[in-house]
């Protein structure tokens, strides 16, 4: 379960603006979510992962010193290492809740996923990928794809648990040594079915 005092993902999810989506009723039944960071200190940088069920259970955190050449890259490849490693430990048409705090990467990957739905229409969301990204944002898409169902939250670099794991990678070197863990969240009860709170109306999307 989540640590005691500290928010699950999955209520800083429901808490969180989802850029070019409004929260649908059923927003909080996500069956996994995925908070990731980026670092760039100048010479190096750093990349964290922090993946759990909406119950709270942890499924994996990752603290990586990587090299990386600016803030943008660091913070594409770090969004598509969580999503490899959350498509190697959940099934295929799993409901994800991603968390970052990098405010154009939200606003991107939901305007995929929406784009996604109405291939052969033109899309009214204009994409502003950084060209050091392109690698990474074609992985981060072929993930979106994959899932059964996506959407990202903007949320602030405080309140993101991966924010601490980027930027002192070598202090939660430990965390990476923990065993691969492919964890199902316990089954939906007839509470988390009932009619939710005003603010997650069933609205519609919107820029």
Same mark, same amino acid.
């Given at each position: 379960?989540?640590?005691?005092?500290?928010?699950?993902?999955?209520?800083?999810?429901?808490?969180?603006?989802?850029?070019?989506?409004?929260?649908?009723?059923?927003?909080?039944?996500?069956?996994?979510?995925? &908070? @990731?960071?980026?670092?760039? +200190? *100048?010479?190096?940088?750093?990349?964290?992962?922090?993946? $759990?069920? %909406?119950?709270?259970?942890?499924?994996?955190?990752?603290?990586?010193?990587?090299?990386?050449?600016?803030?943008?890259?660091?913070?594409?490849?770090?969004?598509?290492?969580?999503?490899?490693?959350?498509?190697?430990?959940?099934?295929?048409?799993?409901?994800?809740?991603?968390?970052?705090?990098?405010?154009?990467?939200?606003?991107?990957?939901?305007?995929?996923?929406?784009?996604?739905?109405?291939?052969?229409?033109?899309?009214?969301?204009?994409?502003?990928?950084?060209? &050091? @990204?392109?690698?990474?944002? +074609? *992985?981060?898409?072929?993930?979106?794809?994959?899932?059964? $169902?996506? %959407?990202?939250?903007?949320?602030?670099?405080?309140?993101?648990?991966?924010?601490?794991?980027?930027?002192?990678?070598?202090?939660?070197?430990?965390?990476?040594?923990?065993?691969?863990?492919?964890?199902?969240?316990?089954?939906?009860?007839?509470?988390?079915?009932?009619?939710?709170?005003?603010?997650?109306?069933?609205?519609?999307?919107?820029?």
């Amino acid at each position: 379960m989540a640590a005691y005092g500290r928010p699950s993902l999955r209520d800083l999810f429901d808490e969180s603006p989802t850029p070019h989506i409004a929260h649908p009723p059923r927003t909080h039944h996500r069956d996994f979510y995925v &908070a @990731t960071d980026g670092s760039f +200190r *100048g010479d190096s940088g750093g990349l964290g992962v922090v993946i $759990e069920t %909406r119950d709270g259970e942890g499924v994996a955190r990752l603290a990586l010193d990587q090299s990386v050449p600016d803030n943008n890259v660091a913070e594409y490849r770090a969004l598509h290492l969580g999503l490899d490693v959350l498509a190697e430990r959940t099934p295929p048409d799993a409901r994800v809740g991603v968390l970052i705090d990098h405010d154009q990467l939200a606003s991107n990957v939901n305007a995929a996923v929406l784009d996604a739905c109405r291939p052969t229409a033109t899309s009214p969301h204009r994409l502003v990928v950084p060209p &050091a @990204t392109t690698h990474h944002w +074609r *992985g981060i898409r072929a993930r979106i794809n994959g899932f059964g $169902e996506i %959407r990202a939250a903007r949320i602030a670099s405080g309140d993101n648990p991966a924010h601490p794991l980027a930027n002192t990678p070598d202090e939660y070197a430990h965390v990476n040594d923990s065993p691969a863990r492919c964890v199902r969240p316990e089954p939906l009860s007839s509470g988390d079915r009932s009619v939710p709170p005003p603010s997650r109306s069933d609205r519609g999307a919107s820029d």
